[in-house]
């Protein structure tokens, strides 16, 4: 069964560096999301994106954030300059049509 | 503004048993809801949806049921197993506006032998 890959599984960066969260979505899906989950807390939106550009983002995607589609498998998130309170699980999700998503295994972010 | 709830953080159900796990929303917006369990290290799994024109979906041992004037929806597993043990995500969208999903903060199943 396909299935959305996330990597790295584990990013430690310190703060103020940039890092990039790469996802592999499902190869026929159309719509791909971000979401992220702070250690005890729930999974939030963080963007969606579709007909390679983003149809909606949350607050939290603010300046220092980014997607991109760059070769027509790939999506990745950007983050420019790493806060503490970047620190997150940031899974991928993508959907063919949008109902379902389905969801990678998540990069754990570490800021230090 | 948490639009999503889940006010139980868990539940611990003997094997065999029914489990009841409950979600509650504000948003009268919300028209599609989905349940997604996750084990440690894994993302969301698909489980279940619904679709606010009904008031039940049922897929094997899994059945949801919306109430749409108390704004709460259940999810029922019968008969629980101990490979059901997993954090459950109550989900909720408005098709009109997108297809983010706003999340319950989940509820942790644990199914004894």
């Known amino acids: 069964e396909p299935e959305v890959t996330q990597t790295p599984s584990h990013q430690v960066t310190q703060m103020g560096q940039e890092v990039i969260l790469r996802c592999v979505p499902i190869s026929n899906h159309l719509y791909f999301y971000w979401y992220r989950q702070i250690l005890g807390q729930k999974v939030e939106f963080l963007v969606s994106f579709y007909n390679n550009e983003i149809s909606e983002k949350s607050e939290i995607f603010d300046d220092q954030f980014s997607v991109e589609r760059p070769d027509g498998s790939n999506f990745t998130l950007k983050i420019r300059s790493t806060k503490l309170e970047d620190s997150a699980m940031y899974f991928c999700?993508?959907?063919?049509?949008?109902?379902?998503?389905?969801f990678g295994p998540g990069t754990r972010l570490t800021v230090t | 503004d948490q639009q999503v709830k889940q006010n139980s953080p868990s539940l611990s159900v003997q094997e065999g048993r029914i489990s009841i796990l409950n979600c509650d929303y504000t948003?009268?917006?919300?028209?599609?809801f989905l349940w997604y369990k996750k084990y440690p290290a894994e993302g969301p799994t698909f489980l279940i949806s619904i679709s606010s024109i009904k008031d039940k979906n049922e897929d094997g041992r899994f059945t949801v049921f919306l109430n749409k004037s108390a704004k709460h929806l259940s999810l029922h597993i019968v008969p629980s197993q101990p490979g059901d043990s997993a954090v459950y995500f109550c989900a909720a969208s408005d098709e009109n506006t997108g297809n983010q999903f706003y999340f319950g903060t989940g509820t942790s199943l644990t199914v004894i032998p």
């Open positions: 999700a993508s959907a063919l049509t949008g109902d379902e998503q389905y």
């Open positions: 948003n009268s917006m919300f028209d599609y």
